[in-house]
C-alpha cells in the first residue's frame, strides 16, 4: 500500500521563476492538502483540495495555485518565486467523509530559490 | 496570538526521564486534536490523536481540556529514540479536515 508519494525530492529556482511541485495521495485518500514548512516553524496550510476543487485556502498570496485530477493527484504551482518562498512543501491525503481522519504526509520537496 | 501555541523548546532530558509538552489553541470552534512528531528533515507522523476523555498509548498520555483550550502530551520513561520535534496540531471546525499546526517542541534524550 503505496503512501503519500512527492516530486520532486529537491529542486533549486532562481528568483521570478516557475515550480510545480507533485503529489500522489496515499491509496484510499480523496482529499489533499498541501503544506510550506520554514526551517524551524511547524507546517503552514496553504490549501486543500477536494473532488478537483480548492476547498479551504490558508494565508497565501495568488502566486500559489494548485490543481487536483480525477485521479485524486494534485499539483502545487509557485510563480514568481521569492526568495522567502525556500521552504520544505509537503504534501498530505487523508479521507474526507472521515471527520477526525489524521493527515498522512509525504516526505516533501525541499525548495530552494536563490 | 497565534493558532496554536506550544513550550518553547529545547527539553533536554536523560533517559528514563518524564516530560511534558504542552499546547494552548485559540479556536474554540476546534474539533480535533493530536500529536505528529517529526524527525529531523522528515515528515510529520501521527504520533497519536487526542480525545475529551484523554487517551493512552504506552508510554504517551494525551489529555484535552476544551474550556482552558489546553492539550497536553506526557512521555514516560523516554528512549534515546523520542528525540524528535513534537508538533501540536488542532482540526478547525467545517470539516474538511484543515489542520493548524504549532512550531513545535524539540526534545533531545541523552543516555
Known amino acids: 500500500d503505496a503512501g503519500v508519494t512527492q516530486s520532486p525530492t529537491h529542486l533549486i529556482k532562481t528568483r521570478g521563476q516557475q515550480v510545480t511541485l507533485r503529489c500522489s495521495p496515499k491509496?484510499?485518500?480523496?482529499?489533499v492538502s498541501w503544506y510550506q514548512q520554514a526551517l524551524g516553524q511547524g507546517p503552514q496550510f496553504i490549501f486543500q483540495?477536494?473532488?478537483?476543487?480548492?476547498?479551504q485556502r490558508g494565508n497565501f498570496p495568488d502566486r500559489f495555485s494548485g490543481h487536483q485530477f480525477p485521479n485524486y493527484s494534485s499539483e502545487l504551482n509557485v510563480n514568481a518565486l521569492l526568495l522567502g518562498d525556500s521552504a520544505l512543501y509537503l504534501c498530505?491525503?487523508?479521507?474526507?467523509?472521515?471527520?477526525?481522519?489524521?493527515?498522512?504526509f509525504g516526505n516533501g520537496t525541499r525548495l530552494t530559490v536563490t | 496570538r497565534k493558532e496554536v501555541e506550544q513550550d518553547p523548546g529545547p527539553f533536554n532530558v536523560p533517559e528514563g526521564a518524564t516530560v511534558a509538552f504542552n499546547c494552548t489553541y485559540s479556536?474554540?470552534?476546534?474539533?480535533?486534536f493530536f500529536w505528529y512528531r517529526q524527525d529531523c528533515r522528515k515528515e510529520p507522523k501521527l504520533l497519536m490523536s487526542?480525545?475529551?476523555s484523554g487517551n493512552e498509548d504506552g508510554r504517551f498520555t494525551a489529555q484535552l481540556n476544551r474550556a482552558s483550550q489546553y492539550i497536553s502530551l506526557l512521555i514516560r520513561d523516554s528512549k534515546l529514540s523520542d528525540s524528535a520535534t513534537y508538533l501540536c496540531?488542532?482540526?478547525?471546525?467545517?470539516?474538511?479536515?484543515?489542520?493548524?499546526f504549532g512550531a513545535g517542541t524539540r526534545l533531545a534524550v541523552h543516555p
Open positions: 487526542v480525545y475529551s
Open positions: 491509496s484510499g485518500h480523496d482529499t
Open positions: 479556536n474554540s470552534a476546534s474539533q480535533s
Open positions: 498530505a491525503s487523508s479521507i474526507r467523509d472521515s471527520y477526525n481522519s489524521p493527515l498522512h
Open positions: 496540531v488542532v482540526g478547525l471546525s467545517g470539516g474538511y479536515n484543515k489542520l493548524i
Open positions: 483540495y477536494y473532488e478537483e476543487e480548492e476547498r
